[in-house]
């Protein structure tokens, strides 16, 4: 094993971190889980017993939220950690009620930021002419990158996560709430913590293979692509895999009792229901107007800053 001096877990850790961090970090991956049984089996956890996440292993998650790749150098991303129980409450509220906010110990809320690298060039004397709608993809990109590293190495020292698209759902409030400057946006969040009495679900299912993996090309005709969905489709209906998380009938703004039979709801409805709910067009214009009140111009393409 290499020594402290020149192990480069403990360098990677140090550079971010101090060396005091990086040591108890460098303790934490010897015992960590391999990464490719953690990615294989990973599975969203939504139920946390409430013990703190320690220091060091908050150190570890910092480390891996900051140390993936970034677009161009220019980390175009903030992560916000908040344990205090009154703000996440709070945020679970400005999410959409996602109760396994307020439950974890740790709540990530992952920002675009796309006020540093403005700053720094108008700094050196230059006009601002990246586009922000551009930018905003790329610093995307990039902090999701850190959210995953973090998830997985959560989920090697034995801590459950969650993936949490709903921030976007209450951007504003949660940056006035955080208190971030203009053009920090929050867009995702992940949820941390030991999994409620010690139970790991088990892996969700996933579409198959050839429907998610093309070799050198798109290969796959309309009508294949119809068969494998059917078979996935069916699968999950007999396996009762959405019945769970079955989107309730009132959601789809179509009045009357839901035609789908218990034990019929599978991939299919749900994909369906998920997409076509009403409360997608009030979603989707609050982030029209939440984006641009925090300083991003995402429609502007030939603007540019003096």
Known sequence: MPTASDDPVRQAAASVLGDAAADAVRT??????????????????????PDPVPDDVV????????RGPTSSALH???????????????????????????????LIVGCADLRRAREVTHAQGYRYTAHDLRMLISATADLTVGLQNASLSAQSLGYGTVLLGGVLNGSLEIAQDLRLPERVVPLVGLSVGRPAGGHWPAPRPRLPLPLLVHHEAWTLDSD???????????????????EGRRIPWSEMGLGGDDPIADGAYGWREHTARKQGRATWGPQG?????DLPAQGLRVRGTGEVDG
Do not use: C, N
């Open 28 to 49: 934490l991956a010897e015992r960590s889980r391999g990464v490719l049984p953690t990615v294989l089996t990973h599975a969203s956890v939504r139920h946390f017993d």
């Open 59 to 66: 150190a570890a998650l910092e480390a891996a939220l900051v």
């Open 76 to 106: 175009s991303y903030a992560h916000v950690l908040v344990r205090d129980p009154v703000r996440k409450r709070r945020m679970a509220l400005l999410a959409g009620e996602q109760r396994w906010i307020d439950q974890a110990p740790l």
């Open 224 to 242: 294949a692509e119809a068969a494998l969905i059917d078979h996935h489709d069916a699968h999950t209906r007999a396996a009762r895999d959405f």
């Open 285 to 289: 214009a609050k982030v029209d107007v």
